[in-house]
C-alpha cells in the first residue's frame, strides 16, 4: 500500500527526490515518515511529515540537506534530498502512522518496500 520510488545513483552533492505514493486508502490522516537502513547498520529516522503538512521534524544528520512535502491529493509523500554525501547511502523507506511518536518504527502500521541511494564520492 506505500510504494516508494526515485532511488538511484548520484554523485556527492547531488540532489535526488523521492516519491512515496499511498494505495488503497486514504492517507491524508496518517503522518508519513521516512527511515534509511545503510549497509551493516539498523535501520534509522530521517524526516517525517505531518497529516496536514506540518509537523516537520528531520534526523541531525539531514537538516539543512533534506527537505519533505506531501500532496494529500495524490496520496504522495516527496523528500528531497540535497547536498548528498557518501554517507547517505541506504535503502530509504517511506512509512505511514496514524498516531504515536515518529520516531519508534513499531508505531507505524504500513511499510513501503524501501528504494536504494547510492551517492559515490
Known amino acids: 500500500q506505500l510504494q516508494a520510488s526515485g532511488g538511484g545513483l548520484v554523485q556527492a552533492g547531488g540532489s535526488l527526490r523521492l516519491s512515496c505514493l499511498a494505495s488503497g486508502r486514504t492517507f491524508s490522516s496518517y503522518f508519513m515518515s521516512w527511515f534509511r537502513q545503510a549497509p551493516g547498520k539498523e535501520r534509522e529516522f530521517v524526516a517525517t511529515?505531518?497529516?496536514?503538512?506540518?509537523?516537520?521534524y528531520f534526523a541531525d544528520s539531514v537538516k539543512g540537506r533534506f527537505t519533505i512535502s506531501r500532496d494529500n491529493a495524490k496520496n504522495t509523500v516527496y523528500p528531497q534530498m540535497n547536498s548528498l554525501k557518501p554517507e547517505d547511502t541506504a535503502v530509504y523507506y517511506c512509512?505511514?502512522?496514524?498516531?504515536?511518536?515518529?520516531?519508534?518504527?513499531?508505531?507505524?502500521?504500513?511499510w513501503g518496500q524501501g528504494t536504494l541511494v547510492t551517492v559515490s564520492s
Open positions: 512509512a505511514a502512522a496514524s498516531s504515536g511518536s515518529y520516531r519508534r518504527e513499531y508505531e507505524y502500521a504500513y
Open positions: 511529515i505531518g497529516w496536514g503538512g506540518g509537523s516537520i
